[in-house]
């Protein structure tokens, strides 16, 4: 029987709601309940993470990217679904020593996520002492080796955080994720607020422990020259929804999905010069009221009126292909 | 040929000079900067953080606070000098002669004030008309950016608009007088990719029709590429190569341009990314000679001296001692 994947999720979904306040729990006593404020952050998202693969989540603000990398990561639990490690589901697995180690996640900004008063070997070398990873006299040892695969100077182990510069930072949360041996790195936005050529070490970092450490990686940006660069696969959402997913080379070579193409034209490249943009038009709408049918139908070009009643599914359409849109219906 | 040498060029800044005077030492932010702008042209002000780039653009709208400084150089604009102009004066030409976009339009807009109140207030500064016949322009205004229904939105407070609604704002407040010259500084690095689209053509549009100089400044290379006329590219204070968008892109003469360029992912190539070794240097310890030289792999002897500005074809220079294009073009 073949091993189950590293990851898998099915039916995903993550509902923010506000609780009741005093004013609303009044209202309710009197019967005259308010209709509660839900964001569906994530809905009905199911995927599978190989061993060993990059798999990339790109979307612009609000489509839930990061709401599904922390579910993965177990920072969030969904509101419906399950996520399976190994063929066991996170919550069973939630119990067992070390079991939440697996999958360790790399924030955007590493300045907020490094305890500030905490000198660098101290901050890459808590996680693995309090988890006893590794035994007390060789801990130094063990911090050092992470540092040097990170790429941090040995001599700033006595430094604070505050003393390196943003590329810096990245390499010291990248170690102190590396630290507990995880087997998946949730990166989200993790290069993103780097300069281009600070952003480019990050980069060959990530693809070099891949290499070295066998690692598996869920890769969340919003920038898609990076995400093609780095993923096997790739997911595309929208407003909360896998509008699109396959292959990273195939769906950037051949974009299936209306908005696909349209996230795909509007990237600004080096190669495309003097452009005459032709942008989609209209703003997202706002995840507190979503559109009916098709969340993408009220900026898409192709919208018929099926779009605009009835939510399409993700369905094949070709071999490891997704593609969530009626339009496909009509050429099969 | 003989029009440019009658009318002046939009802008032009020659050798300028912003120094921060502070308790660690002074810091030269802008270092000998020299910029020429014509009327319609959109010039691309790129760098990395802390290479002075938004500093050059503070320095040009004389928006430089203490303990900071403008130390030297020229700021023409139209032919009129900025620098060490009084208040005043500058006051009268910023907003109508000069405007400028910022990355965050909640910072430039006032919360607490709807759209119509702050547009009309910044119509009313350097014109005079009535509030009725500034609030049909200012209405107009918001049509010609993009903005559907624009009676309600200026009914609007601005954190009941989008971020890329507030942005369309902050460029249609910023062109409300018709300026020769527009400094933007990273207007679209805090937007989502479909909507930067959108107000890169909003923008491109606008200054072309108008004949409106814009000054671009971004980290992205990308989105200068498919905008701009000119690139300048800044390091550590100082302009290292210019040109245009093609020359400097296709054939970059300075080694840090092209580390820069070879930063960005290809599509459809996978490999290792040639990476610039090593950061920007701080500027209170700035290498003595060439700024870059620490990072550059093919620093020698020479680079100890400060390279200076020099030609290296039809209108491209560079500041490199060693620079990658053949010399020969510019003799």
Redesign the interface.
Known sequence: MKPPPLIEAHGLSKVFGEGQDLVGRMLSRFGLERPPRRVHAVEEVSLTIREGEVVGVVGESGCGKSTLGRMIADILQPTTGEILHRGRPLGARRREKGAGLAVQMIFQDPFSSLNPRKRVGALIGEAPKVHGIVAREDLDDYVESLMERCGIDLAYKGRFAHQFSGGQRQRIGIARALAVKPELLVCDEAVSALDVSIQAQIVNLFMDLREELGLTYLFISHDLGVVEHVCDRVLVMYLGRIVESGPAAEIFRAPNHPYTKALLAGVPRIERRRTAYEPIEGDMPSPLAPPPGCRFHPRCPFATARCREETPALREIAPGRLSACHLNDATA | MTRAVDTPPALAVEDLRTAFFTDAGRLDVVDGVSLTLRRGEILGLVG??GSGKTMTGFSITGLIEPPGRIVGGSVKLAGEELVGADRARLRALRGRRIAMVFQDPMMTLNPVLRIETQMTDALLAHASMSRAAARAKVRDALAEVGIAAPDERLRAYPHEL?G??RQRVAIAIALLHEPDVVIADEPTTAL???????I??LV?RLCRERGTGLVWIT?????V?????RIAVMYAGRIVEEGP??DV?DRPAHPYTR????????????E??????G??PSLLELPPGCAFAPRCAQAAEACRARPDLLPVGPARAARCHFPLVETEAAR
């Open positions: 990395e953080s989008s890329g609604m989502d990719v479909t909507i930067q689209g959108q890169l053509a491109q980290h992205d290379l990308a989105v590429a498919g905008i701009a006329d968008v093609d892109l580390g820069l360029i070879a930063s960005v992912p290809v599509p459809g190539r996978r290792r990314l040639p990476q610039v070794p950061r920007m």
